[in-house]
């Protein structure tokens, strides 16, 4: 199992970066929430994290605390450019540690995917003290991608498939550089079949103990989402944590959950 830990920069009310209508906090967010779905969805063996699903505030120690508790295997974090410029480029800790040179390889196969797939102006492969690099005690890479006050590539951003193409960008390194293996189509149903692998974490009647639930989940470290389901004339309050289309990562998922002491099980959910 590989744990991948993204970072969407900034959140909640700290914008980042702001220009053309656009503010940095929102493209990181849906950069790395469809990074996530790609990785988890093409590839075997691969459990992803973020250190925040939605737009709130966390600071950079919680961030990296999260990844260190995690014990993730690769941290990456997403950003935007700004300040005058076009194109990529990508950041590893400018200090000495141990590791440095494979952290500098997986990085170097992640900013030529990206270039490559983007066609971007390639600003270089550079070095920095950031504290998502610096404090991390896993690889660690950051990337910036293209300036939000450059009309032209903001107005790229504004669209789902530059967040698609940049995700896709990001996916493809990855699992370049730290061997990723791909999903056998066996073990997934087909995108265009819309089934996902949900893993299901309680099921209550009433909405109040499945936000409890949801909550208690939060507290372990698993980010989870609420799903009415109707049998007859009851409702429940079903707590999802993981909808996948790779059906052994959601078994990976549930298996995790187990080990933790949740009784849990996998439905399927057909769009
Ligand atoms: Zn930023």
């Known amino acids: 199992m ?15 970066t702001i220009g053309n209508g656009l503010q940095e906090k929102d493209l990181t967010l849906a950069i790395a929430r469809e990074l996530q779905q790609i990785l988890e969805s093409n590839y075997k063996d691969v459990n992803v994290r973020l250190s925040r699903t939605k737009d709130r505030t966390v600071s950079l120690n919680q961030r990296t605390s999260a990844a260190n508790q995690w014990n993730a295997d690769y941290l990456l974090s997403i950003h935007i450019n700004a300040g005058g410029g ?18 500098e390889k997986i990085r170097s196969v992640i900013h030529r995917a ?8 390639d600003r270089g492969e550079k070095e920095a003290n950031f504290h998502m690099l610096r404090e991390s005690t896993m690889p660690a890479a950051l990337t910036e991608n293209g300036f939000i ?64 639930r949801k909550y208690v989940l939060n507290k372990k470290g698993f980010q ?32 995790e959950l187990q080990n933790i002491g949740f009784d849990c099980f996998i439905t399927v959910f057909e769009e």
């Open 114 to 121: 990206i270039i490559d797939e983007m066609n971007w102006r």
């Open 86 to 103: 076009e194109g990529f480029e990508s950041y590893i800790w400018r200090g000495n540690f141990n590791g440095k040179s494979r952290t």
């Open 149 to 212: 006050d450059n009309e032209e590539e903001a107005e790229q951003m504004k669209t789902k498939q530059w967040i698609k193409k940049v995700a896709i960008a990001h996916a493809n390194g990855i699992a370049e550089a730290i061997n990723l293996n791909e999903a056998e189509s066996s073990d997934a149903p087909k995108p265009e079949e819309g089934a996902f692998y949900r893993v299901v974490c309680g099921s209550f009647r009433k909405l109040k103990n499945a936000k409890e």
């Open 224 to 255: 989870s989402f609420l799903s009415p389901y109707h049998e007859e004339e009851t409702t429940y309050y079903r707590v999802i944590v993981g909808s996948f289309q790779n059906k052994s990562n959601a078994e990976d998922r549930l298996k």
């Open 2 to 16: 590989v744990k991948i830990f993204l970072d969407p920069g900034h959140g909640g009310n700290d914008p980042g």
